[in-house]
């Protein structure tokens, strides 16, 4: 008698299928560029064929961005995570610098660095990161009004997206202290950046 896996055991399967498409998107397209990159030789790398790609992504702009949707959604997660009553500010701090160590090390730096500079010669690849990072910040902001609300706190949609939006702020200048120094690491840089700007807003 056959059985089907369980639920979480075809998520689980889905998950690593889509990760190994999207790692194989960002190393290919790092060392080959976005227009020397194709969807044969992304799925060729991740060990799928076409048709799954397609069940998965759209385009290559897709698989390529993905990275960003899962980062902005452990964000996110993290935000909710943080303790009750922990006041907007530092509950973004704090979900922030417990995510850096994911990204902190040798190979991610070399990665990024690379696709850096291909998403810097798109605007169509810079525009779609860019509305990738806006619906994060504004997710954020829904979270961070709902925690307020159930600590009996008011908090605006605007002032939300004005705290949301300046902790991403910080985020963009630490990744670009953490891709231009070797010597800085990306808790360093980011803890740095988010705690200048805590000083700032408290002189």
């Not at 076409?50 to 959604?73: M, N, P, W």
Request: overall charge neutral; glycine content about 4%.
């Amino acid at each position: 008698m056959s059985t089907s896996p369980a639920p979480g055991a075809r998520a689980a399967a889905r998950r690593r299928v889509r990760e190994a498409l999207t790692s194989s998107a960002r190393s290919l397209v790092a060392a080959e560029g976005f227009d020397g990159t194709t969807i044969d030789m992304i799925t060729a790398g991740a060990g799928v064929s076409r048709r799954t790609f397609f069940r998965y992504f759209d385009t290559k702009e897709s698989v390529l961005l993905d990275a960003y949707e899962s980062l902005g959604a452990q964000i996110v997660a993290a935000l909710r995570a943080r303790p009750s009553g922990e006041r907007p500010w530092p509950a973004m701090r704090h979900a922030f610098v417990a995510l850096a160590p994911s990204v902190d090390n040798a190979e991610h730096r070399s990665a990024e660095r690379a696709l850096h500079a291909v998403y810097a010669a798109s605007s169509r690849l810079l525009a779609a990161r860019q509305e990738r990072r806006q619906a994060t910040i504004a997710a954020c902001a829904r979270v961070l009004v709902a925690r307020e609300a159930e600590a009996g706190r008011d908090l605006t949609p605007a002032e939300a997206a004005a705290v949301a939006g300046a902790a991403f702020a910080c985020f963009a200048a630490a990744e670009s202290r953490f891709l231009d120094d070797d010597g800085v690491s990306a808790v360093e840089a980011l803890d740095a950046m988010l705690a200048r700007l805590d000083s700032e807003i408290r002189a």
